[in-house]
Every structure is written in C-alpha cells, then in structure tokens.
C-alpha cells in the first residue's frame, strides 16, 4: 500500500542528552528518520533537548525544538503545531516513556494525535514487566522464573521463594538503570531500593539467576502487511549479567546450530506479532542455557535500539529510514534495497559472508567513584 494521505505532519520525538545507556546511535536513527519522512512530503517537527546531535541541525527537520522531554513540554508543542501524528520509535526509552505519558494524561486524545510506529499498548506491553511475561506464556515461550514487586515487603518475598543470587530489573528504565544482581540480603535491600526509585511505575522484576547462559539478539522488521525479516543475529561474547550494551558482540551470531537459529527466528517473530508491533524495527533477546539447549526470551524493545545501529551498520540496511516509512503506511515490498542498487525490495533478509564485532568503551577514568563490577546496569560509554 502507498504512504498515508490522511497525515501531513509529523513529531519526532528525540532522545534527549548522551547518557550511558543512550548514546548517539539514536541521533543516527533520528536523523534517519527526519530526512526519509520529508523526502516524502511530510512536514517533519523534531523536539529534541541536546542541541549537540546532527537531528537538531536546522536543514534536517522543517521545525525544531529543543526543549526538554517531558510531557507537559511536548503538550505545549502539540498545542502549537498541531501535528498529526508522533513518532516515539526513534529516541529511545525517552522518547518511549514520554508517548505513553501523553498517551496516560489523555493529550494524544484531546489534540487528535496519532502514535505511528508503536502502539501505546504494545509499548507498555514490552516494557511492562509483568504483561510481557504473560505475553510470552500465553505463546508457548519461556521465560526466566520471576515474580513483580511494586515495594519492598512484595520483593522480600519472590526473593525468598527464588533464593539467591537474583537478577532485579525496573521496569521503563533505559540501560538497566536502577537494575542489578543480588548475591546477599545486603545487596539485594540496595537494589531494590534503588530500583524502586530508577522505575517510573516503582515496579521491579525479581527473576532467578541466569547468570552463565549465552545470549543472543535478533533484529526483526515487521510491516502492516505482517511481512516479517530478521536484520540481524547477534551474539553476546559476555555471558548473562553482563549488560549487552556493556559486552563485545559479534553479528550475525556464530555459536547456533541452524535447527537454534530457526527456533529463535520463528519466536522472535512470534514475540512481534503477539506484542503487537505493527510496523518498525524491534529487537528480541534470547538466553540459551549452554548445558541443556533451554531457551527463554528475556525482552524485547519495541523501537530502534543500541542494537539496531549495529544490525544497520553490519548489514548496511537502514533499519531506522525504513521504520520511518513503514510508519507511515508503506510494506516492505514497495521499498526498495539501497544495498543492491534498488534491484530488490527491501522485503529481502540481508546475508553477510563476513563478520562484524562490536567492543563496548568504558570511560572510568571520569568516574573514579563508580563501581568497576560489570552487571546488569550498562556502564560503557
């Protein structure tokens, strides 16, 4: 089907400063993304508050802001330029859990927006703890035995009946924020604490240890028309509890069998479908317990991701131009592959006959309080 009339201008919602856990690989996506929406005609409005990115250039969209990324801001924003639709794949978990704050407070409403891209209730789907779990059961996928804490007494009592060490992960936090892995009581009440205040909803997910277990990433692109295609494997060196933006990782992924490969390729396209990513890059990670081959899904991001800046760069399909066009109604089938001159439509999966390694940067020299220890909370620059 040909691009969407109905929609004449759009908000790109950007990723807010360079932090660890969110760096400039998603300047790359969004400017990505601001140049395919106003080749197409579209009149581009980007909110953005680092003025230090390529996005926020005064050529690259048709209106820029650069303000901070809160609601109430982007409210004000919506109120002035009357956009009609947003498109929050593009800056991250910011731009993510600023969309689902409009879409709470009823703005998306009130003003008649649309969110492109990304549904707020698949949003909130992937990035809900909970749901995501029930998600998973309901299509047959395991996935790490868990219970939800929304305070303290709650967490003290999955711990007790997970026993130690476990692994606490916020919910809606970017990079692990706020996340860990407990091998005491000790480190187990800071955690938690900490994790309680990182999360916007104060939920964690206290989850048994799978400390050990190889990891695995796919890189999946879904259209409309449910036309799926994996981008990417990618494979963790660094077993689990080693972040994987903070672990060397090697694309497409080497240590699968083609029996794994094809198993974890129809999941991750099962994860898509059941979540409800319509259209867009999603990536999907994946445990494998090295001595008995069990496999379970550990999230899934319903964006442009770290990992999607490297599937683009290993394969040389842009992954975030093409999410940008899907947004706005186009199928896999009518895009054409820059890759092979426009020979072939973008609907065809890359293949690489070479491999590409990716090794994280740590900048510990500029915080010498910071702790040393690789876990669950990204620490690379």
């Not at 998973?136 to 007494?153: C, E, F, N, P, Q």
Request: net charge negative.
């Amino acid at each position: 089907m040909p691009k969407r009339s109905d929609i004449k201008s759009i908000l790109i919602i950007g990723a807010g400063p360079i932090v660890i856990g969110q760096a400039a690989e998603f300047d790359y996506s969004g400017a990505q993304a601001c140049k395919a929406l106003r080749d197409e005609g579209y009149k581009v409005i980007l909110v953005n508050s680092n003025p230090a990115t390529i996005m926020t250039d005064p050529e690259m969209a048709d209106v820029t802001y650069i303000e901070p990324i809160t609601w109430k801001v982007v409210e004000r924003i919506i109120a002035k330029e009357k956009p009609d639709a947003i498109l929050p794949t593009m800056g991250g978990q910011t731009a993510l859990n600023c969309a689902l704050d409009l879409h709470r407070h009823g703005i998306l409403e009130r003003y008649n927006v649309e969110l492109i891209g990304a549904s707020p209730e698949a949003i909130d789907k992937a990035e809900d703890r909970s749901k995501f779990k029930d998600a998973m059961t309901k299509i047959g996928l395991g996935s790490a035995r868990s219970g939800v804490a929304h305070s303290m007494d709650e967490a003290r009592a999955v711990q007790r009946e997970l026993g130690f060490p476990t692994i606490i992960r916020p919910s809606f936090t970017m990079g692990g924020s706020g996340g860990g892995i407990a091998y005491n009581e000790e480190e187990f009440e800071s955690i938690c604490k900490r994790g309680l205040e990182a999360s916007p909803t104060s939920e964690l997910l206290i989850e048994e240890s799978l400390l050990g277990w190889k990891e695995y990433e796919m890189e999946v692109v879904r259209d409309k028309a449910d036309n799926c295609i994996i981008i990417c494997s990618i494979e963790n060196l660094d077993p689990m509890g080693v972040h994987t933006g903070d672990s060397i990782t090697v694309a497409p992924a080497q240590t699968l069998t083609d029996k794994e490969y094809q198993i974890m390729r129809n999941a991750s396209i099962n994860v898509l479908r059941e979540i409800g990513v319509d259209t867009g890059g999603s990536n999907v990670q994946f445990a494998i317990n090295p001595n008995d081959g069990r496999m379970i899904v550990i999230e899934m991001n319903p964006r442009v991701s770290r990992s999607s800046a490297l599937a683009s760069k290993a394969t040389g399909f842009p992954i975030a131009k093409v999410a940008a066009k899907l947004a706005v109604g186009f199928t896999l089938d009518e895009l054409r592959n820059e890759i092979t001159g426009g020979a072939t439509p973008a609907s065809f999966e890359p293949s690489i006959d070479y491999v590409v390694t990716k090794i994280p940067r740590f900048a510990f020299e500029k915080f010498p309080a910071a702790d040393k220890h690789l876990t669950t909370q990204m620490k690379s620059v």
